[in-house]
């Protein structure tokens, strides 16, 4: 059996963190890759090591001495070194990037680098093989990841060996550092696992699997203790994730389980990830997730269904000025489109002139400052009435629905309120769910 596992930067925060972390390791011997981030806060007033170092990049961009910084971020991995008693000599490691940098490093090398001391940290600690992931990740001219190129330099690196590997980057072709986007150690560790058929992908992190609800919106949620891929994919798109969303795909296609567990109470299950489940969920919904700041477009026209083309045309518009759709419920004579208001507001004339000029409607209506919300569950499929749940819910709570969309199957349900009564709706849902269980 072969796990790989993934550690996020609040559990390598500091040499407390990473003791944490040789304990996890070491108590299953199936824990044979180890993916690490770079340091995360250790306070709430902290910084996160990244952050610091595009702080850096940002000095250098605008010659401005980073003098302070650098020494602040070398300051943090001297003390795990010498708390845990490493023999690397990490001071020499930052000498070297230190010239590097006064010969000029691009911003992406810079960022990188935090998790390659941490990864040259964990691996002294463990006594495993250090990987540099520029060795094994892969990028095409494009970004985008090259799957085979990739998973093929890994196995012939690793070699069954137990081995410690930096997340967050890669390799371009012309041998450029690239790294992912915020939260992309997670895609490094779905990318190992999925290189090396791993059994299970485990990501720790500071939560105790995947919440019910967003925590900071209801106090001390219910976790899940299991979650198929579609329903984790609806409720990460709304915001409700503990995992970097493009990490589900590569493990996914291989079948692979991912738990997510907490390394500060190793001994709790935490959230399985998986294609599919028979088990039955705890409750009705598996989870509610949602995100403020949208517009709805809401689009009028006389006899609309008869028209053949007219939606096509009427999304042309919103093609033709860069406007991605987020949903698009409908009538007989009536459509409305919800799209991100921060995009919409530049454009929001170029839009409605378009519509006019393509589609010559009777009305065209704007909404702002709305919210949508997922409500998700397999367990919705197979129980009447959950809808009706729903609205009693928040009618009880005098919360106005906008909108409500339901796909044909039947995992999901959106609910579109006015972004003052966002919060209030997601408690009034969890309440009727979870609390009472109606």
């Known amino acids: ?139 095409n001219f494009d970004g985008t990841i090259n799957y085979e190129t990739s998973y093929n330099a890994l196995l012939q690196i690793t070699e069954g060996n137990k081995v410690v590997i930096p997340g967050f980057y890669g390799v371009m072709p012309d041998g450029r550092v690239h790294t992912f986007t915020r939260g992309g150690s997670d895609v490094t560790g779905a990318l190992a696992a999925a290189a090396l058929k791993a059994d299970v992908y485990e990501n720790w992190t500071d939560v105790s699997g995947f919440l019910v609800a967003d925590p900071r919106i209801i106090k001390n949620p219910e976790a899940i203790e299991a979650i198929t891929y579609k329903e984790l994919r609806e409720l990460s798109y709304m915001g409700a994730s503990v995992l970097h969303e493009d990490a589900i795909f590569p493990v996914r296609k291989e079948g692979i389980p991912i738990n997510i567990r907490n390394t500060n109470d190793p001994e709790a299950d935490g959230t399985l990830i998986v294609e599919s489940t028979c088990q039955k969920p705890e409750y009705t919904i598996t989870g509610i997730a949602g995100k403020k700041g949208f517009v709805a477009v809401g689009i009028d026209k006389d006899m609309m269904n008869a028209e053949v083309g007219f939606c096509r045309k009427a999304l042309q518009a919103f093609e033709e000025n860069g406007i991605s759709i987020e949903h698009m419920p409908s009538g007989i004579d009536t459509m409305t489109v919800f799209v991100h208001q921060a995009e919409f507001e530049g454009k929001e004339q170029q839009v409605i002139s378009s519509i006019r000029r393509l589609t010559h409607p009777d009305v065209i209506e704007l909404e702002a400052d709305l919210a949508l919300i997922a409500v998700v569950g397999r367990g919705m499929k197979s129980t009447r009435g959950t809808a009706g749940r729903i609205f009693s819910a928040l009618a009880h709570a005098n919360i106005n629905v906008k909108m409500i969309d339901q796909g044909s199957s039947e995992l999901n349900i959106i609910i579109g309120v006015s972004n003052d009564d966002f919060e209030e709706a997601i408690k009034a849902i969890y309440d009727i769910f979870v609390e009472t269980r109606l």
């Open 1 to 139: 059996m072969l796990k790989v596992v993934k550690f996020g930067g609040t559990s390598l925060a500091d040499a407390v963190q990473f003791a944490k972390v040789k304990s996890i390791v070491e108590s299953d011997d199936t824990r044979k890759v180890v993916v690490v981030s770079a340091p995360g806060k250790r306070t709430p007033d902290d910084y996160k090591v990244t952050d610091l170092l595009y702080l850096c990049a940002a000095h250098l961009k605008y010659k401005v001495s980073s003098k302070d910084i650098f020494e602040m971020i070398r300051s943090r991995y001297k003390d795990i070194a010498i708390e845990l008693k490493l023999s690397i000599d990490i001071d020499k490691e930052f000498d070297i990037l230190w010239n590097q940098m006064q010969q000029g490093i691009t911003e992406n090398e810079l960022a990188s680098r935090g998790e390659y001391f941490s990864a040259r940290l964990m691996a002294d600690y463990l006594g495993y093989t250090f990987i540099d992931s520029i060795n094994w990740v892969k990028f």
